[in-house]
Structure formats: C-alpha cells, structure tokens
C-alpha cells in the first residue's frame, strides 16, 4: 500500500478548475463527505444532498482536522477568508472530475459490479481475492449511487493495480453515467430479480436497466454475466451489441466460469470449478449458495483481470458477510447460547430467499429453533403482497420453525403462516421488538431481514444489547 499523498493540491485545482483561498497544504491524504469522521489532512467535499447541505459542516470539517474543503462558489463568502477552501461552480460537478482524473492517471484494472442481489459481497469478494496479487482499492460500504461511484474513483491511489467499484440504480439511466464514469474493463452482474418493479414496472426492464453497465466498458471489456437466469440472452444481447467479450458463469454446462461441484455447510462452502478452463477447489467463508454462484464470477473476473487466479480461489476462505448482509454473531444466553444471523440491511424476494436458505442450513439442537424476524420488502409495487405471500414456500421448504412478521405487506405472509410456524406480527418493527426478545432461548438460531426502510437493524441491536454478543470469524483455510 502506497504511503503517497492521494492527490496534491495542484493536481486538485487542475483537475476541477478550482479557485484557491486560504492557507492550503501541497496534498491531502484522502477524501471525505463526512465532517464527523474527516481524517487529518483530509478533503471535505461539501456536496449538497435531498436533506442536508455539506456547506453546513465545514467548520466542524476543518476543526476536526480536514486539510481543506471544496466548496461552491457562490457558498464562498460565508467562509473566513484565511479558510483553506477549493472554490468551484458545483461540488458535485468537481468531484466528479477529479474522480476522471484519477481514471485517467490510474493503471489499474477497473471492475464494475451491479445487479439485483450480491453486490456489496461480490465486491468485497473482489477486494479480497485481488489483493494478493497486488494494491487493490475497493468502494466502501454500499457507495453505489452518483454521489458514491465518483467519490470511490476518487479515492483510487495511483498505485493501485486493481479498483472494484459497486453501481446500484432504482430507476432506468441511473447506472449508465455510473459506467460512463468508471469506464470498467471488466462488468459483472449478479442476477436479476424482482427488485424496484414499483420503478420499472417488468423483470425485462430490470434487466435493461442492469445492462446499461455494458455501456461504459473500455473497448473490448468484458462482460461477466450468470448464465442461470432467464435474462442471460437478453443480457449477453446488451453486451455484444457494444462490442464487448461475453463471458458467462453458473452451472450451465456451457458457462465459462461453471461450478462443478460444491458442499454447502452451515457457516462456510467449499466448490469446485472450471474457470476459463482452469480447474480450481476452494473453500468460501461465508456461507450460502448465492455466495458460491457469485464466487464464479469473482474468480472470472480476477483472472480476466490479470490477477493469480490460484492465489484469488485461495483468498476467498476469508471471505466475511458484510454488516446486515449475513453477519454472524453469538449472543451469550443463561444455559447457551443463540446464533443471531444480521441480514438487515435489506430485502427482495431474491435475497429474503437466499437468507431463508441460510437460516435453513443453521444447525440447531433440540430444543434449539431456527426463528426468521421478517420486514417487509419494498419498491416491488402492485406484486407485493403475492411476493410476501409466496415466501411462505422457501420458510416451509428450510424447516423454520418461527416466524416473526412486521409491517403491512408482511401481513400477508403471516396469514398464509400455518399456526405453528407462527411467533408473533406486529404493524412496525418497533412493536415486534419485545415479542422478538421475550421468545429467543438458548441453541435458537435467529435471523432478521427487512428492506431498510422497514427498520429492522434496531432488532438485531436490541438483541445484541440484551445479550452479550461475540463475533464469529471466517474458518481457516485449512
């Protein structure tokens, strides 16, 4: 990892047609939208959002150690003037030009990531199975949308071999500038799913939306594509039809990167697989067979990256669930303890699915339960109820024995419930709360899903709070 400056200020003022004010540091050492966690010698970026105007936390920016921030023109006035500042006409705007300019200084392989389900995994997969074969930069979090991809790029040191970047969109043309943006050499999409239907109406337009990724790839690039889907014609279509390599994954017996064979256990998998012709067996650290598909595609795009494909299969024992996306813990009850499975951070029937598959596969001893705490998922318009209804198949399939429901849509589900497969329902997530905490018991395994906006993170908070809780790290690569 580089000890270099990310940019100097020279470089900064070139790159956005910035004016100077103030006493200003030659470089900075990274970049921030964030005030309260601005390292020293950071940028702060003063972006203006739907609900809060970053002018606003300039002073605690600078006060807590920014080297400088970037701030609009016509916002300039409301500074002292020996305030170090970059004034340019929009900060959005400059962000992304200085995001262009460190594509254009930048060797590294760019690879982009979107689809329905598994983005922020995939990516962190990617971080991790490019590391080893050289500096690798990766978006943090779920930094998806038009504020997130030109920050992540941003970011990119110019030493960096690899950079991963996660492109995410609710509605038609948001990822196209995206990918215009990063200008990717190789695109993955996961899969497809009924996700934001609300917005665009059909699976088919989800799958063109999706597409719009392709647009942006560097000249013969790559597309990395699941052939396992209904959508993968029409998506390999998008593809070629901008010149780029298709090349697929999955257990399609034609699939570039195709599963052979894989063992799904409880906490880990171990697969085996043909990647562009190479055989490799690895083991994944987190669990669940969404994450063995993807894993396909993380390899693809690894070596198709130039990177040590061996090294990358090695890599991925230490693949971890990202926070509310599969995390697991165990809480500390009088006579054991729990399993407490953190998928909160969002929900559509595909991923609800997969979790449910998850829990699933738990292992429990009598009289322990597997117990699913479930939100409802939304954006998926005049189909919602039937999708909430139709979960009740995958629960009954997986062997849960508890299922606790909130909110409207999910009040579908918990009318389809047999009686004993019912915990509780409640309107909100907060009301559900008590139920939750007053029914778990040692050797239970429980997980808890929602679409954020259902607000299920406070239960898994709550139940850490309650009962002290312990992490539970990837297995060994042994």
């Not at 023109?73 to 020996?82: H, M, T």
Request: net charge neutral.
């Amino acid at each position: 990892m580089s000890t270099d400056p990310l940019w100097t200020v020279d470089a900064m003022v070139q790159a956005m047609d910035a004016t100077r004010t103030g006493s200003l540091p030659d470089a900075i050492t990274g970049i921030s939208i964030d005030s309260r966690s601005i390292g020293r010698s950071d940028a702060f970026f003063a972006i203006k959002g739907d609900n809060r105007d970053g002018h606003d936390f300039v002073p605690a920016a600078l006060a807590n150690g920014a080297g400088l921030a970037v701030v609009a023109s016509d916002k300039r006035d409301g500074f002292p003037k020996d305030a170090p500042l970059l004034a340019v006409p929009d900060v959005l705007e400059g962000l992304r030009s200085l995001a262009r300019a460190a594509r254009a200084r930048s060797p590294a392989k760019r690879i982009g990531v979107t689809g329905s389900v598994g983005k922020t995994g995939t990516k962190e997969a990617l971080r991790l199975a490019l590391a080893p074969s050289g500096e690798t930069h990766a978006s943090v979090a779920s930094y998806n949308n038009h504020w997130g991809v030109p920050l992540s790029l941003a970011r990119c040191p110019a030493s960096a071999r690899f950079a991963v970047f996660e492109m995410g969109m609710n509605h038609a043309g948001e990822i196209e500038p995206l990918t215009q943006l990063v200008s990717p050499h190789v695109a993955i999409i996961t899969t497809i799913a009924p996700v934001h239907l609300e917005n665009l109406g059909s699976i088919e337009a989800i799958a063109d939306a999706k597409a719009e990724i392709f647009r942006g790839l560097v000249p013969v690039g790559a597309a990395v594509i699941n052939r396992d889907i209904p959508q993968y014609a029409r998506l390999a279509r998008a593809a070629e039809a901008v010149g780029a390599r298709v090349v697929s994954f999955g257990e399609h017996a034609k699939a570039d990167a195709r599963l052979i064979k894989s063992s799904l256990q409880a906490d880990c998998s171990t697969v085996q697989a043909r990647i562009l012709g190479a055989d490799v067996t690895y083991k994944l650290g987190a669990p669940g067979r969404h994450v063995v598909s993807n894993s396909l595609a993380v390899l693809a795009a690894a070596s198709l990256a130039g990177a040590d494909l061996a090294l990358a299969a090695l890599a991925l024992a230490s693949l971890m669930p990202p926070t509310g996306r599969g995390a697991r813990s165990e809480l500390r009850l009088p006579g054991g303890n729990v399993l407490l499975i953190d998928e909160s951070y969002n929900a559509n029937p595909a991923s609800m699915q997969a979790a449910i598959a998850l829990l699933g596969q738990a292992e429990v001893a009598a009289p322990g339960r597997r117990i699913a705490v479930l939100g409802d998922m939304l954006e998926l318009g005049p189909t919602g109820a039937e999708l909430h209804r139709g979960l009740v198949e995958p629960v009954m399939a997986q062997g849960i024995d508890l299922v606790f429901c909130c909110g409207p849509l999910m009040h579908s589900l918990w009318e389809a419930l047999p009686s004993e497969r019912r915990g509780a329902y409640a309107e909100t997530s907060a009301a559900l709360e008590p139920q939750v905490l007053a029914a778990v018991r040692a050797g239970d395994a429980v997980m808890v899903k929602g679409s954020l906006g259902s607000r299920m993170g406070p239960i898994v908070q709550a139940l850490e709070k309650n009962y002290s809780r312990t992490a539970i790290a990837a297995p060994s690569r042994s």
